[in-house]
T-cell receptor
Framework: GAVVSQHPSRVICKSGTSVKIECRSL??????MFWYRQFPKQSLMLMAT?????????EQGVEKDKFLINHASLTLSTLTVTSAHPEDSSFYIC?????????????FGDGTRLSIL | GDSVTQMEGPVTLSEEAFLTINCTYT??????LFWYVQYPGEGLQLLLK?????DKGSNKGFEATYRKETTSFHLEKGSVQVSDSAVYFC??????????FGGGTRVLVKP
């Protein structure tokens, strides 16, 4: 089946640091990737939709200057949390989809647990 | 807007018990429906899907049928195992490829 790799799996860093998370589709070309945030014992909240070669589309309430998304190729999207603070601590998950066809499932990475001290 | 509602957990069962997790969705458009499972500390794995009314998705003993008349996609398994302990998410996806999740249902299976 389709595989999505997310790296790193865990990050612990000081307040004010910028953190980059990578999401790679390993065996297919993903025209669209999605970034989610998950708080403990809660559902996934969509942050943004990342389209290859164009600007990401952010959900309402998500700061685009805080969460920088780059989708430079059909197999890689990155999320950079700029000047991270303790309230940014969360579990971040990416997913990738083969096409705009809504019948195709999204394939998820294993997530990145971000802890800001 | 699009939404998915699933039963709140946690659901605690004994091994070999029957599991049902209810899920209903908003009927806007012609969504595809999915169940994902999340094991502790991991991302989501696709469990099964159904793309049109009356389709039945099945995988690893789990089943769910796309019921348009009741806008439901309930997840069932006849005999659960300890290894089925996880959080289960129901999702709907329509045009634009956005996946809307329910709140998740935590299932704990005791030996």
């Amino acid at each position: 089946g389709a595989v999505v790799s997310q790296h790193p799996s865990r990050v612990i860093c000081k307040s004010g640091t910028s953190v980059k998370i990578e999401c790679r589709s390993l065996d297919f070309q993903a025209t669209t990737m999605f970034w989610y945030r998950q708080f403990p014992k809660q559902s996934l909240m969509l942050m943004a939709t990342s389209n290859e070669g164009s600007k990401a589309t952010y959900e309402q309430g998500v700061e685009k200057d805080k969460f920088l998304i780059n989708h430079a190729s059909l197999t890689l999207s990155t999320l950079t949390v700029t000047s991270a603070h303790p309230e940014d601590s969360s579990f971040y998950i990416c997913s990738a989809s083969l096409a705009w066809d809504s019948n195709q499932p999204q394939h998820f990475g294993d997530g990145t647990r971000l802890s800001i001290l | 807007g699009d939404s998915v509602t699933q039963m709140e957990g946690p659901v605690t069962l004994s091994e070999e018990a029957f599991l049902t997790i209810n899920c209903t969705y908003t009927a806007t458009g012609y969504p595809s429906l999915f169940w994902y499972v999340q094991y502790p500390g991991e991302g989501l794995q696709l469990l099964l899907k159904a793309t049109k009314a009356d389709d039945k998705g099945s995988n690893k003993g789990f089943e769910a049928t796309y019921r348009k008349e009741t806008t439901s996609f309930h997840l069932e398994k006849g005999s659960v195992q300890v290894s089925d302990s996880a959080v289960y998410f129901c999702g709907r996806k329509a045009a634009g490829n956005k996946l809307t999740f329910g709140g998740g249902t935590r299932v704990l299976v005791k030996p």
